[in-house]
């Protein structure tokens, strides 16, 4: 089966700590990985690809296939990160993404 | 158009009526998604649409839900005979091509059904 699993519903830090947002997956294939960020009151947008490797934002995600993550992380975070965060995986044939339950971030100052 | 449009942003509407969501993608944007999105529940995917064919419409929670899509561009997702459990935000996402740029999401339409 095609899963994404985000175990953390919530997570609160204070400022300027490392973050660490949890994601993990179930794909038999070879996967392709997402992490898409939804601020107060506005759509929800790519935060990035795991194709690419690249950091938004100070954000960064590496692909573990040894333990089928995908984990976000930010070493030191600021109060404009606090939004919900959706991981997601390419699946259904490469046709469509299957995402998470989300997790909300919390920055505190 | 620049970006994804859904229309209406609010609907609110009495169980048992039928209601109709819109879509208009980015233009030239071939694939078109509608996901269901609630509290607790993340992004339920609906229906795909490539041009004006839905090949996986897997997603759709039963023969109440049905989506079309014209032209190869508006889409307009209906619901008949509403129930209380269909309230949630429902978002639109076109793509251009989906493992190099994901998707792109209108900003959704808030059902809620009294």
């Known amino acids: 089966a095609q899963r994404v699993t985000q175990p953390e519903k919530l997570l609160s830090v204070f400022k300027g700590a490392p973050v660490e947002l949890k994601c993990n997956y179930s794909y038999s294939g070879s996967p392709e990985l997402f992490w898409y960020v939804q601020y107060s009151r506005q759509r929800l947008q790519l935060l990035l690809r795991?194709?690419s490797r690249e950091s938004i934002k100070g954000f960064t995600a590496d692909l573990n296939k040894g333990e089928t993550s995908f984990h976000l992380k930010k070493p030191f975070a600021q109060e404009e990160d606090s939004a919900m965060y959706y991981c997601a995986l390419l699946g259904g044939g490469y046709n469509k993404l299957i995402f998470g339950a989300g997790t909300r971030l919390a920055v505190h100052p | 158009g620049a970006g994804v449009s859904q229309s209406p942003s609010n609907k609110v509407t009495e169980k048992g009526k039928d209601v109709e969501l819109r879509c208009d993608p980015i233009?030239?944007?071939?694939?078109l998604y509608w996901y269901r999105q609630s509290l607790g529940q993340g992004l339920e995917f609906l229906i795909y649409?490539?041009?004006?064919?839905?090949?996986?419409k897997s997603g759709l929670p039963s023969d109440r839900f049905s989506a079309e899509r014209t032209g190869g561009s508006v889409s307009t997702l209906t619901i008949q005979r509403t129930q209380q459990e269909d309230s949630a935000v429902y978002l639109c996402a076109s793509s251009l091509s989906l493992t190099v740029y994901g998707y792109t999401f209108g900003s959704g339409t808030r059902l809620t059904v009294v």
């Open positions: 233009s030239g944007h071939t694939a």
């Open positions: 649409f490539q041009g004006n064919s839905a090949p996986d």
């Open positions: 795991h194709i």
